[in-house]
């Protein structure tokens, strides 16, 4: 579903774009169901995720005959996720009941994949299809030379990748590196969000604002190239991208028992745990990552999965 003012797109290989302009956010589900009742049959209706979107594209399918595929790109059964937000309990809810009706499901990773079937037990198909992720980008990538020189006075440079958002848990790296890293580390913030005032009091309060560096939102891959560890402290993700990204540079990865770290090889602790991980590895490394279970080989297979599991809907039940 798409908000905003924008003109219908003309059609282009075989896809148009109807975006809702709708007025509120409230609006888009019924306005994607009215523009969807005028389309033509379909075979399937695919929708982004099992929230507002997957209800929309169920009510689509019922008024088209149509079979309806749900992709679920987040954790949304992480007992984190409703604490995040009381939207996020109404989304549960609202997935409980599109899940139940889908015909097939595509997930990001085999730890959802086991909450959901865990949960529901649905009657459909579960099919684990990762995001792709351009890791030659990430294994050729070079710091630049301004960069290198920014932080030349550290001999350690942690670095976090994130939307400064609540469920991204940034502050748990702000703490442990306050807590564990030596003098001469510094932590590296690439990405912005609702957090950033509130991460930069809490440096300043733990007396470290002088070695963390707030950057804005930035290209990562030479941030990647130039740090020593990558910190991913959130309390859920459904997928994980950056550990993707910084285990595709060859860069170790500290995170939370979230998405794809535990499959992919990054070092995985609890919360509670982190801060002595991160002295752990002062201590005696890792200080290089490796990526491994990372399933295609180019674009163009990621697309050829992504759609034999959209043509698979068709011939379920």
Not at 44 to 73: C, M, N, S, Y
Not at 126 to 150: C, G, M, R, T, Y
Request: proline share 5%; with cysteine.
């Amino acid at each position: 579903m798409c908000g905003g003012k924008f003109e219908k797109a003309s059609p282009r290989k075989g896809v148009t774009l109807y975006p809702t302009n709708s007025r509120s956010r409230f609006r888009r589900v019924f306005d994607a169901v009215r523009i969807g009742k005028t389309l033509a049959p379909a075979d399937v209706v695919t929708v982004q995720d099992p929230f507002e979107t997957g209800l929309a594209g169920l009510l689509i399918a019922r008024h088209l005959g149509a079979k309806l595929h749900v992709q679920v790109h987040t954790d949304f059964l992480s007992p984190s996720y409703g604490r995040v937000s009381p939207l996020n309990i109404v989304r549960q809810r609202i997935a409980s009941y599109v899940i139940a009706h889908a015909d097939r499901i595509r997930v990001v990773s085999e730890d959802i994949k086991q909450a959901i079937e865990g949960r529901y037990r649905p009657r459909a198909p579960i099919s684990v299809l990762p995001i792709f992720v351009d890791i030659e980008k990430f294994k050729s990538a070079s710091a630049l030379a301004d960069l290198v020189q920014k932080f030349a006075g550290y001999k350690t440079r942690l670095l976090v990748v994130s939307r400064l958002e609540q469920e991204k848990n940034v502050a748990l790296a702000v703490t442990a590196f306050a807590k564990a890293a030596p003098k001469d580390a510094c932590l590296i913030i690439v990405g912005d969000g609702r957090q950033h005032a509130a991460l930069k009091r809490q440096a300043q309060d733990l007396g470290v604002m002088a070695r963390v560096f707030f950057e804005g939102r930035q290209d990562a891959a030479p941030y990647y190239a130039l740090a020593d560890l990558v910190l991913v402290p959130s309390v859920y993700e459904g997928y994980g991208l950056v550990i993707i990204e910084a285990l595709a540079a060859g860069k170790p990865v500290l995170s939370t028992d979230v998405g794809i770290a535990r499959e992919a090889g990054a070092i995985v602790v609890t919360p509670e745990q982190f801060e002595n991980a991160l002295k752990g590895w002062f201590e005696s490394g890792p200080h290089t990552g490796a990526l491994i279970k990372y399933p295609y080989e180019s674009f163009e297979a990621y697309v050829k999965a992504y759609g034999e599991d959209v043509a698979a809907t068709f011939s379920e039940g």
